[in-house]
């Protein structure tokens, strides 16, 4: 995690916004490791944000692979409808942050708003993709903790 991922999130749970990981582990499918590694860094990631003193609500992920053509790999919106009943969010004022423009999809697809960080995967997304994107994200912000200022903003 980055170090300012922990801060980000207890602001987010200091403001009483649910805080949902949704993400895709093909590699469970493709056989390059197995489910219980994931549950491993997931749980792992919980532990990082409570000694930050920040928590996730609620962890969503796909194990399969594109060809399995389920409803729940990003960007189908199938882990965010999963989310929205099972915690009860509004997702016309949800928001789904992420590095790559799939994630960005996923966020019309369900409805919700979309801030790109340029972390991780972002920078490079961007910088050699964005003129093909089809549409453009509602924001886009340098990394988790910008990206948690513009929503503060647009919650209050």
């Not at 219980?36 to 609500?57: I, N, P, T, W, Y």
């Not at 594109?66 to 099972?86: F, L, Q, T, V, Y």
Request: glycine share 10%.
């Amino acid at each position: 995690m980055f170090p300012f991922a922990g801060s980000a999130i207890r602001r987010l749970n200091q403001a009483g916004l649910a805080v949902i990981v949704v993400t895709n582990q093909s590699g469970v499918a493709r056989g390059y490791f197995p489910e219980s590694l994931v549950q491993q860094v997931h749980e792992r990631m919980r532990q990082e944000l409570a000694s930050a003193g920040a928590f996730v609500d609620g962890i969503y992920y796909c194990p399969h692979g594109s060809a399995d053509s389920c409803n729940c790999r990003k960007p189908k919106a199938g882990m965010i409808e999963s989310a929205a009943r099972e915690h009860h969010l509004d997702v016309a004022r949800s928001f789904v942050v992420g590095d790559r423009y799939g994630d960005m999809e996923l966020a019309a697809r369900a409805g919700c708003k979309g801030v790109f960080v340029r972390t991780g995967y972002g920078f490079g997304d961007e910088t050699w993709h964005a003129k093909d994107w089809p549409r453009q994200p509602d924001a886009i912000v340098n990394d988790l903790a910008e990206a948690v200022d513009w929503i503060l903003v647009q919650n209050a």
